[in-house]
């Protein structure tokens, strides 16, 4: 069964997609495992290019992507224009103070029997709800 795009405002469906099959979402899930092999093992600096590119995309297309927001969403044009605009923001947050984020939290090694103990955040897999 098709799903439909539907603008708030006036009911007229915008588009219509087709649903992946269940082979297809398999494929996606297989290629995402696949991708997040190598992606754990990225550096800070790289991912901070990858989100800071992606903080230009936004902004560079902050009027056409509000725009589609506006029509499947019915937020205002402002309030989505904002929306994205915040997004690029946060996407330059996390590119700047990731490794900071995420460095070695000294822990206390006598309470694990340890000489030394840290936490360490590591990547464990791609995001799925």
């Given at each position: 069964?098709?799903?439909?795009?539907?603008?708030?405002?006036?009911?007229?469906?915008?588009?219509?997609?087709?649903?992946?099959?269940?082979?297809?979402?398999?494929?996606a899930i297989a290629?995402?495992?696949?991708?997040?092999?190598?992606?754990?093992?990225?550096?800070?600096?790289?991912?901070?290019?990858?989100?800071?590119?992606?903080?230009?995309?936004?902004?560079?297309?902050?009027?056409?992507?509000?725009?589609?927001?506006?029509?499947?969403?019915?937020?205002?044009?402002?309030?989505?224009?904002?929306?994205?605009?915040?997004?690029?923001?946060?996407?330059?947050?996390?590119?700047?103070?990731t490794e900071a984020?995420?460095?070695?939290?000294?822990?206390?090694?006598?309470?694990?029997?340890?000489?030394?103990?840290?936490?360490?955040?590591?990547?464990?897999?791609?995001?799925?709800?």
């Open positions: 069964m098709p799903i439909a795009t539907i603008n708030p405002a006036t009911g007229e469906t915008v588009k219509t997609f087709t649903p992946a099959t269940r082979e297809e979402v398999d494929a290629r995402a495992d696949e991708r997040f092999a190598d992606y754990r093992h990225t550096s800070y600096a790289q991912r901070a290019q990858w989100a800071n590119a992606t903080a230009d995309l936004l902004e560079a297309e902050a009027d056409e992507t509000a725009a589609v927001m506006t029509l499947e969403m019915g937020k205002t044009l402002t309030s989505a224009r904002a929306e994205v605009l915040k997004c690029a923001k946060g996407f330059r947050y996390y590119a700047e103070n984020l995420l460095a070695d939290e000294p822990a206390d090694a006598a309470k694990v029997g340890a000489a030394k103990a840290y936490t360490r955040y590591q990547p464990l897999g791609w995001c799925w709800p």
